[in-house]
Structure formats: structure tokens, C-alpha cells
């Protein structure tokens, strides 16, 4: 009988470090992981904010590219 008690109170433990340890492993990786989405949001967030800058920067070049055609075409005729 009291064999079946350390049995029992050893196979308990076992279970219980076996699932404390799955809970750690699936914590980390879980916080590994939302880890690597803040670093893809943040990155998506500066190209977001890069973009209007580089937007009216276009529109600038082309602009300029408008002027410039229509020069060259008034200094051929």
C-alpha cells in the first residue's frame, strides 16, 4: 500500500514538471512570435510614414520633367 502511494505521488509530479514545462516552452514561443509581428508592424509603419513624403517627391519630379519638355519643345520651333 505504501508503495502505490510513492507511485502515485511520483507519477503526479512527473505530470505535474511535464506540464509546468509545456506551459513555459508555449509561453515562450508565443511571446517569441509576437516578438517578430511588433518588429514587422513597426518596419510597415515607417515605409506608411515614408510614403507621402516620397509621393510629393514624384510629383515634384514630374513636374519638373513636364517643365522640361515643354522647353525643349519651345526652343525647337
Not at 512527473?14 to 506551459?23: A, H, W
Not at 520633367?65 to 525647337?76: F, P, R, S, V
Amino acid at each position: 500500500m505504501k508503495m502505490e502511494i510513492v507511485i502515485a505521488i511520483i507519477s503526479f509530479l512527473g505530470t505535474l514538471i511535464g506540464t509546468l514545462g509545456g506551459i513555459v516552452a508555449s509561453s515562450r514561443i508565443t511571446a517569441y512570435r509576437i516578438e517578430q509581428l511588433e518588429k514587422k508592424v513597426e518596419e510597415h509603419n515607417r515605409f506608411a510614414r515614408r510614403m507621402p513624403v516620397v509621393e510629393r517627391d514624384i510629383e515634384v519630379i514630374n513636374h519638373r520633367i513636364k517643365d522640361l519638355e515643354e522647353n525643349e519643345k519651345g526652343k525647337e520651333k
